[in-house]
């Protein structure tokens, strides 16, 4: 939870495990939910932001009752980065909320699930929702993404391991038991190589199949949670440092496949060039922290809207 300007509200993350009002994690949350009608001032305005599915769950509902009961009017959202020109699918649920006499720029989207950015940039009547897109509009909203190569630090020239370190690289030194720290000597850094990052062929073997491949010019990848450094299924995508003749499958050993940088992550989030951890932050808690990171890119909208009057 986070408080700004005495009147906005962030609420995170709260049902990730679908237990719903029987998470413990909830509890703080419906707590807030229920003091909100006996406070003497009320935030004016509210940002909410979950999991996708949360919209479907009895904690949502809680939420919506109670808004609606202490004259709130709400516009939810489901959006990923991808709607917004980056190569990174992390939908999310997001629900603005404003007390009156305060209103929405758009109102005619008032107390609707949107699954489109439009209403933040445009005026208008009525909404396409994601769902409602063509085959040929999802294929054109992919392509108006970035390539992937332009969020790397970390390359390599043409097909062999020669690794070009740009100045925004994490700073991490090489060590297996993961007790490095950056150097702190901007001047003078050392950047370190791609070694650490490259992928174990005992995953390879156990995860094969089910391994989401990214190429330098492809325009997606998946979401990194905070257990993407020691990879479960699910956890992330995985760059291909080295070109196959046949992208599949079959040639996964020889197609080079590593991790994304904990800053090339950050990157994705949107994070501003400037943005580095302090030097007691560990290679895991790194991608921990970036795993429960919001995108940058997809939150900045949402907030300038929702601080927008009509």
Same mark, same amino acid.
């Given at each position: 939870m986070v408080l700004m300007h005495g009147f906005f509200l962030l609420l995170a993350n709260l049902t990730r495990d679908k237990k719903d009002t029987g998470d413990a994690r909830a509890f703080s949350f419906l707590q807030i939910l229920e003091l909100i009608p006996f406070l003497l !001032?009320?935030? $004016?305005?509210?940002?909410?932001? &979950?999991?996708?599915?949360?919209?479907?769950?009895?904690? @949502?509902?809680? /939420?919506?009752? #109670?808004?609606? +009961?202490? &004259? *709130? #009017?709400t516009q939810e959202f489901i959006l990923s980065p991808l709607q917004f020109g980056i190569p990174y699918s992390r939908p999310r649920y997001f629900c603005l909320a404003k007390r009156k006499p305060s209103s929405f720029l $758009?109102? =005619?989207? $008032? @107390?609707?699930? #949107?699954?489109?950015?439009?209403?933040? *940039?445009?005026h208008f009547n009525t909404v396409a929702k994601e769902d409602d897109l063509s085959l040929e509009d999802r294929q054109n909203l992919l392509q108006s993404c970035q390539p992937i190569e332009k969020f790397l630090v970390l390359k390599n020239s043409s097909n062999d391991t020669n690794v070009e370190s740009a100045a925004s690289t994490t700073g991490l030194s090489n060590d297996s038991n993961d007790t490095s720290r950056t150097s702190g000597n901007d001047s003078n850094h050392e950047y370190d190589s791609l070694d650490k990052y490259y992928v174990q062929p005992s995953l390879l073997e156990r995860w094969g199949s089910a391994l989401d491949v990214v190429y330098p010019d492809s325009k997606r990848c998946c979401c990194f949670t905070k257990s993407y450094y020691r990879y479960v299924k699910g956890t992330g =995508? /995985?760059?291909?440092?080295?070109?196959?003749?046949?992208?599949? +499958?079959?040639?996964? +050993?020889?197609?080079?496949?590593?991790?994304?940088?904990?800053?090339?992550?950050? &990157?994705? @989030? =949107? *994070?501003?060039?400037?943005?580095? *951890?302090?030097? @007691?932050?560990?290679? +895991? !808690?790194?991608?921990? /922290?970036?795993? $429960? =990171?919001?995108? #940058?890119?997809?939150v900045a909208p949402l907030l300038q809207y929702l601080f927008t009057d009509a």
């Open positions: !001032q009320p935030p $004016n305005m509210l940002f909410v932001e &979950n999991v996708v599915g949360f919209e479907t769950s009895d904690t @949502h509902a809680k /939420l919506i009752e #109670i808004l609606e +009961k202490t &004259n *709130f #009017i $758009n109102e =005619s989207v $008032n @107390h609707q699930l #949107i699954q489109s950015p439009r209403p933040l *940039f445009e =995508s /995985l760059l291909a440092t080295v070109q196959p003749m046949k992208r599949d +499958k079959t040639s996964l +050993k020889e197609q080079g496949l590593r991790y994304f940088t904990p800053r090339e992550v950050a &990157n994705l @989030h =949107s *994070f501003p060039e400037g943005f580095e *951890f302090p030097e @007691h932050i560990s290679l +895991k !808690q790194r991608y921990a /922290l970036l795993g $429960n =990171s919001l995108s #940058i890119a997809v």
